[in-house]
């Protein structure tokens, strides 16, 4: 059975700096391309960054977090990172990990969901 488990999350100060993981299991992890979203309160879920299948692999980033947000992946442990820096109040949501065959970007084209973990940035 497919998991992914992120953690992380926490309260910080504008302009702090986070580190959320996202830990995955029961699937080839390898062959999934990653991606992180996020949902703010009463706002939709939306992207916030993916990475390939291969650690070289092109990222993408959202236009509200590019340039201060870093996703990564470490195939031999299973596990994506989002190295988030320079955080604004706007970043507080709550933010998912997802496992994606075609990094579409997409909620919908998703495979696997986390169950997320809270990010919240006073100012």
């Known amino acids: 059975q497919a998991q992914l488990v992120e953690s992380g999350g926490g309260s910080v100060q504008t302009g702090a700096n986070l580190r959320l993981s996202c830990t995955a299991s029961?699937?080839?992890?390898?062959?999934?391309?990653m991606a992180w979203f996020r949902q703010a309160p009463g706002k939709e879920r939306e992207f916030v960054a993916d990475?390939?299948?291969?650690?070289?692999?092109?990222?993408g980033y959202a236009e509200s977090v590019k340039g201060r947000f870093t996703i990564s992946r470490d195939n031999a442990k299973n596990t994506v990172y989002l190295q988030m820096n320079a955080l604004k109040p706007e970043d507080t949501a709550i933010y998912y990990c997802a496992a994606d065959r075609y990094q579409s970007q997409t909620i919908r084209g998703q495979d696997f969901w986390g169950k997320g973990t809270l990010v919240t940035v006073s100012s």
């Open positions: 029961g699937f080839t992890f390898s062959k999934f391309a």
């Open positions: 990475i390939g299948w291969h650690t070289v692999d092109n990222p």
